[in-house]
Each structure stands twice: as structure tokens, then as C-alpha cells.
């Protein structure tokens, strides 16, 4: 199994988990192949946004979850109509520090997984071998079954390699060509780009000026998207989309910060009711401000970049994007008013407009 490696596409899921099946009338068992339900919220939790972010990866994309400092325990590849290939990682990939013993090795046959056929990854650009990997594995046809998916991950992580909590985990998320794709909904971090550096060599550094953090953000943001146009326009910003909805992000003039903006809708009144609606907004999204400005409905957030730390600014640009796609739809529907896709087609790209998505 190739630890940086690949695999390939998904469909959509009904969203339900595998039940218990009684293996002897005279005393019931779980079905050996369906994981436990995880019994700490944070693990349901990442449970649940895995399969969401399986059930978005589009053929030949690749998601990795790494154990922090160690390397990849469980990849996945979306394979379009052929379905979808999850691997796990075998002894000859692990550490010594981390290889499996006897009973782990005796759970992953109980939860399905199918031994290794290969010591040899296939050749690049062969792509997904049907029937064979180098690491164990279990192939999904299409659509693929996410939450069940999601779930089989998730006890492999706990049980087999012994991962306490998500916070050991960060992942790295590529299409076939090796450009990143950006998965927010995970809520980990992603993996640090150079192995043989620190996390914090990668990840943190101190502009000297306005135009060192100008240029810092530019590139992080290019980098996660994939979006090579970007540029700055008037106040020191630029602007691209998550769903259909602009996120601006300016640089502040003076000071190391970005400001990040996302218009939700206009030709609204302030009424009581909408006042009611954007505090109880304010208060169930945190780091986020709603407001009223002219009739418009704005979200807002700021990220302090002394140091510059391109995950904080990229999860902030997520969190932002992904609750003004909610909160404009739960508005929209209670006060009307227009959207930005109403209100134009496209959603801006670079300085100048044009379309362009964050995954």
C-alpha cells in the first residue's frame, strides 16, 4: 500500500448504517463485518462528515488519513461507475513502533477487510487494480454505501491502529494529477506539505509587511483551490466561491489580519423577527457575525496572521462559506429577499469575476 499514495469515485448513499444481523437464533451477534457505533461525540462526529466528504470525491480523487508524524493508516479512491476501493494500512507500511499484532490483525478480518494480494503498488498511472492492493482492502460497488463506509474507517482507526482521538489525525485529499482538493467538513487538519520539515516550519511564518502577507495568503488559498487566476483587486482583496456564494477576503491595510466576508442576501427590512433570527445566528455560529447593513444580510470573520498560518485562514474561509450557504438558506426562506445567485449569474473569481468553487 503506498503511504502518500492513490486509490479512485462514489455516488450517493441512503445515509443509513448497517444494523445488527443475528448470526444463532439462540444467542444474537453482531454482523463481524459492521464497525460499532464509536462512543465519544467527537468520533461520531467525524464519522458523520467522512461520509459526507466520500459522497463529494469525484472519479479518480483520493483521501488520505494520516496519523500525525507517522503516515497514512486508511486511504480511499473514488472510481466513478466502478464504485469505490478503501485500503488499510498493512505491517510493511507501519513503523515498527506501530505494527499490528495478532489480535488487531485478527479484527480486521472480523470487520471485513481482505488481506493484501501484493507486495508492489501498481505502476503509476495504472491507477486502481481491481481485486489486488498491497495493503487490505474492500472494494464498494456503485453507488457506494458512505455512512457504512464511513463507519468500517472509523473502528479500523480506533481498534486496529489504536487512534485515541481525531486530533491525531490530519489527511491529505488530492485528484489524480496531484493537485489538492480542500475538504473543510472534516474538521482535521491537513497533512504538512514537506515531511522532512516541521509542522511548524510549514505551517507558520511571520510577514514582515503587508505585501509578504498579501502574498502568503494569495498562494495559500491558489494552492488549496486550485484556482491559478487569482488576483487582488481594489481594497487589497479578492474573491472566489464556496456553493454559489462569494467569500471575499481583504487584507487589512495596516495591521496582520484578514478580513473574510461573505454577502448572504439583500432587499430586506429590518424587522423584528429578522433581528431575532440573525442573533440567534450570531449566537449558534461562533467566530461568525451576521449583520444588517443597507438592507443586506452580511456574514463576517477575521483571522489574526502574526504568525501566518495558511490552515487557519483556509478553515475560517470553509466555516465562513459553509454557514452562509445555511444561514442564507434558512432566511431565504423565512424573509425572501434576493441571493447572490439571484442576483447574478456566476460568482466572482480573482479581482474580476467569473466562477470559481472551494471543495
Known amino acids: 500500500m503506498r503511504r502518500t499514495a492513490a486509490l479512485q469515485s462514489p455516488a450517493r448513499t441512503d445515509g443509513r448504517r448497517p444494523g ?23 468520533w461520531r462526529a467525524f464519522e458523520r462528515a467522512l461520509a459526507q466528504a466520500l459522497a463529494v470525491l469525484e472519479d479518480d480523487h483520493f ?3 494520516d496519523r500525525k508524524r507517522s ?20 505491517n510493511a507500511s507501519l513503523p515498527e513502533s506501530e505494527q499490528l499484532g495478532r489480535r488487531e490483525l485478527r479484527l480486521l478480518r472480523r470487520l471485513g477487510w481482505r488481506r493484501p494480494t501484493t507486495k508492489a503498488d501498481p505502476p503509476p498511472g495504472q491507477g486502481i487494480v481491481p481485486d489486488e492492493s498491497s495493503g487490505f482492502f474492500r472494494e464498494y460497488p456503485h453507488p457506494a454505501p458512505f455512512a457504512a463506509v464511513a463507519a468500517l474507517a472509523v473502528e479500523t482507526l480506533r481498534e486496529v491502529y489504536g487512534v485515541a482521538h ?9 485528484e489524480s494529477t496531484g493537485r489538492a482538493i480542500l ?23 511571520r510577514p514582515k509587511n503587508q505585501d509578504e502577507l498579501k502574498s502568503a495568503l494569495l498562494e495559500a488559498v491558489t494552492e488549496a483551490t486550485g484556482l491559478t487566476d487569482l488576483e487582488y483587486g481594489e481594497h487589497d482583496g479578492f474573491s472566489l466561491s464556496y456553493d454559489g456564494t462569494p467569500v471575499f477576503l481583504r487584507v487589512d491595510p495596516d495591521e496582520p489580519v484578514v ?3 461573505a454577502p448572504l442576501l439583500r432587499g ?3 424587522t423584528p423577527e429578522l433581528l431575532a433570527a440573525l442573533n440567534e445566528a450570531n449566537n449558534d455560529q461562533q467566530f461568525l457575525n451576521f449583520t444588517l447593513l443597507d438592507g ?6 477575521s483571522v489574526d496572521c502574526n504568525p501566518f498560518i495558511p490552515d487557519a485562514v483556509l478553515r475560517a474561509m470553509a466555516r465562513l462559506g459553509k454557514a452562509a450557504v445555511e444561514v442564507s438558506r434558512d432566511l431565504h426562506h423565512q424573509f425572501g429577499g434576493e441571493t447572490p445567485a439571484e442576483a447574478r449569474e456566476g460568482a466572482p473569481r480573482g479581482a474580476n469575476g467569473g466562477a470559481a468553487t472551494v471543495n
Do not use: C, W
Request: glycine share 6%; aromatic share 4%; proline share 10%.
Open 268 to 270: 430586506l427590512e429590518l
Open 259 to 261: 478580513y473574510l466576508m
Open 183 to 205: 475538504l473543510p467538513t472534516l474538521r482535521l487538519n491537513r497533512a504538512p506539505r514537506d515531511p522532512n520539515r516541521s509542522d511548524l516550519e510549514v505551517l507558520a511564518r
Open 71 to 90: 503516515g497514512t493508516l486508511v486511504q480511499f479512491g473514488a472510481r466513478g461507475a466502478a464504485g469505490l476501493r478503501i485500503e488499510a494500512a498493512p
Open 296 to 301: 443586506s444580510v452580511l456574514a463576517s470573520t
Open 20 to 42: 445488527r444481523t443475528a448470526v444463532r437464533a439462540a444467542a444474537p451477534k453482531p454482523d463481524p463485518t459492521t464497525p460499532h457505533r464509536p462512543a465519544s461525540r467527537s
Open 166 to 174: 481525531t486530533g491525531q489525525l490530519v489527511y491529505r485529499a488530492f
Open 63 to 65: 483521501l488520505a488519513l
